[in-house]
């Protein structure tokens, strides 16, 4: 599967969660279908946009928080699996995109590629629900699956390591500033439901 | 155990005074009672981490939902989250409250602390954040304050170095 594909079936659903992003190709791509204030893009801490959606998520637990990772990323903190494992976010849905490479820079292959497996990973550090996919059907399907569940997800979906730099896109930098997209983002979570 | 309740004590209401509702930590010696009171505390969030770092990455999300968090963490927890602060807080501009045990300094009898208490100030230094020590009881509230004050001043991280005088009584 295409993450592109992946992330466009899932790009409605988007628009009533809060959604961090590693950065890299997630980023990009989620950009070119559109970037909403309810975005945030962590465009480097590689490893911790999972610890940033459970920070969102023990302050603010009323709220659907998606984190789009990726198998380098989460790679790079396993034990963030074990502390979402451990407070179970209920309305947290961490999806890894797991092309078993580190795409931006020169697709060296990970250790997803010679059998670890991150879904059992998560599994066997307490995530009460996972998932692994290999199609846009089965991957919209589980996305839309989890946010229904009440209960912590980790979807593992095995996507293409491809990626296309979209229009207005230099690589992987977009015309979005960071800090316009992190300061844009903390005035929508706070402003969010204080109505 | 010889370390000071009454500081710790101190330490945490001054951080609750200050508006902190949200600690991360990894259990190290001179943190146990401070993290007990957090454990207690109903009104506090306390992550237990398995790796510093991740207290970066849990404070940045704290913060972007309008909620003032503390780190609890030892210098070599600190040592072991300078990626996070620097390509995450810094880059990112979140105010960080950083309060480290500050191990390997004189009277430090483990052998095993004596590399990191040799570097902290200077890692800080070299990364350009600001911090202060705190030795006495008296100073524990206002330096919180002041700390965070300037954490949110500046959108950066900050530093407070908890000291063997504070922290560790004489048995």
Request: hydrophobic share 45%.
């Amino acid at each position: 599967m295409r993450r592109l594909d992946a992330l466009a079936a899932i790009y409605a659903d988007l628009e009533e969660c809060i959604v961090v992003t590693i950065m890299g190709a997630v980023a990009a791509e989620l950009q070119s279908l559109g970037h909403r204030q309810n975005h945030f893009y962590l465009q480097h801490a590689m490893g911790l946009a999972s610890s940033i959606g459970l920070g969102i998520a023990l302050c603010r637990p009323e709220l659907d928080v998606v984190v789009l990772d990726g198998d380098g990323s989460v790679l790079m903190n396993m034990g963030g699996l074990s502390t979402l494992g451990r407070y179970r976010p209920q309305r947290l849905t961490h999806v890894i995109f797991d092309n078993e490479s580190l795409l931006s820079v020169g697709g060296f292959p990970t250790a997803t590629s010679t059998g670890a497996d991150l879904a059992g990973v998560a599994a066997a550090a307490g995530v009460p629900r996972t998932a692994r996919v290999d199609t846009v059907e089965d991957f919209a399907a589980a996305f839309r699956a989890a946010r229904t569940a009440d209960e912590l997800t980790t979807i593992v979906a095995k996507v293409d390591a491809h990626y296309e730099p979209p229009s207005n896109t230099k690589g992987f930098v977009t015309e979005l500033g960071l800090l316009e997209n992190r300061f844009q983002f903390a005035r929508y979570l706070q402003t969010l439901g204080a109505d | 155990m010889p370390v000071s309740v009454d500081s710790s004590q101190i330490i945490y209401d001054s951080l609750r005074a200050n508006g902190v509702r949200l600690v991360s930590a990894l259990p190290e010696t001179w943190l146990v009672h401070l993290i007990r009171m957090a454990e207690e505390d109903p009104e506090m969030i306390l992550v237990r981490l398995a790796k510093e770092e991740e207290g970066v990455g849990i404070s940045a999300g704290a913060h972007f939902t309008g909620t003032k968090s503390a780190m609890l963490m030892q210098n070599h927890g600190f040592l072991a989250s300078i990626n996070g602060i620097v390509s995450g807080a810094q880059l990112f501009r979140i105010p960080l409250l950083m309060v480290i045990s500050d191990r390997g300094s004189f009277g430090e009898a483990d052998p095993w602390q004596t590399e990191g208490g040799l570097v902290t100030e200077h890692v800080l230094d070299a990364l350009r954040i600001p911090f202060d020590r705190i030795e006495t009881r008296e100073a524990c509230a206002r330096q919180i304050g002041k700390a965070l004050t300037l954490a949110y001043a500046s959108n950066r991280p900050v530093a407070l170095l908890l000291g063997r005088d504070l922290m560790w009584e004489a048995a």
